[in-house]
């Protein structure tokens, strides 16, 4: 198993930026794909981005395309979500969460693919 720690989430402007960091310890993350999910107060955890274990291939929710990057850095065992152009509506709390071994690409969006989650970062939107 392996253990997953966000971090860098926090108050922020309308319009404004924030860079969440994931660090995995316990085990590598090897072949296994990553993914950000996020969940606002009252809601279902919903999917917001992931990236395949080699970094080649990447996808997004619709409603953060073109403002949120995910990048990983396997060296260092990391994770990252750029996020731009922050809307109160993008506030919540993001997890990040390592995909099952075997899970499907095609998957990726599904929070049953991931096996291990970390425990969160608040982000914060103010208008």
Do not use: H
């Not at 970094?55 to 990057?69: A, H, I, Q």
Request: some cysteine.
């Amino acid at each position: 198993q392996v253990q997953l720690a966000e971090s860098g989430g926090g108050p922020v402007q309308a319009g404004g930026s924030l860079r969440l960091s994931c660090a995995a310890s316990g085990r590598t993350l090897g072949t296994r794909a990553m993914g950000w999910f996020r969940q606002a107060l009252g809601t279902e955890r919903e999917f917001v981005a992931a990236i395949s274990w080699s970094g080649g291939s990447t996808v997004y929710d619709d409603s953060v395309k073109g403002r949120f990057t995910i990048s990983r850095d396997n060296t260092k065992n990391t994770v990252s979500l750029q996020m731009s152009s922050l809307k109160p509506d993008d506030a919540g709390v993001y997890y990040c969460a390592a995909g099952r071994y075997g899970s499907r690409w095609s998957e990726s969006k599904n929070p049953g693919a991931y096996g291990d989650w970390g425990q969160g970062t608040q982000v914060t939107v103010s208008s």
